[in-house]
Nanobody, 126 residues
Framework: QVQLVESGGGLVQAGGSLRLSCAASGRTFTSYAMGWFRQAPGKEREFVAAINWSYGHTSHLDSVKGRFTISRDNAKNTVYLQMSSLKPEDTAVYYC???????????????????WGQGTQVTVSS
């Protein structure tokens, strides 16, 4: 059974940094991509970043480029989202997800992901 467990969320002031972690277990993820999505109150779930587990190719939402970086540690089966220069508009619940990378190396649509974590709250105060 696949499990994705996020951690690292919290309250931070604007301009601050957080690192989210997603510990993955339950299967081999070599043909998968791992993604981070976020959902703010009253808004749809939004793609933030993704990484191909085997090749390391990445994709980031334009509004977070230069501020957020996705990475993975294959030995620990863990994906990270390093977030810097945080803004109040980054406030949301952040979800980790795993999806097949057979068709696209770094999928960016929620419908392309099969497994989801429970989410971790990130709140950025102004």
């Amino acid at each position: 059974q696949v499990q994705l467990v996020e951690s690292g969320g919290g309250l931070v002031q604007a301009g601050g940094s957080l690192r989210l972690s997603c510990a993955a277990s339950g299967r081999t993820f070599t043909s998968y991509a791992m993604g981070w999505f976020r959902q703010a109150p009253g808004k749809e779930r939004e793609f933030v970043a993704a990484i191909n587990w085997s090749y390391g190719h990445t994709s980031h939402l334009d509004s977070v480029k230069g501020r957020f970086t996705i990475s993975r540690d294959n030995a620990k089966n863990t994906v990270y989202l390093q977030m810097s220069s945080l803004k109040p508009e980054d406030t949301a619940v952040y979800y980790c997800a795993a999806g097949s990378a057979v068709r696209r190396l770094v999928p960016n649509r929620a419908s392309e992901y099969d497994y989801w974590g429970q989410g971790t709250q990130v709140t950025v105060s102004s």
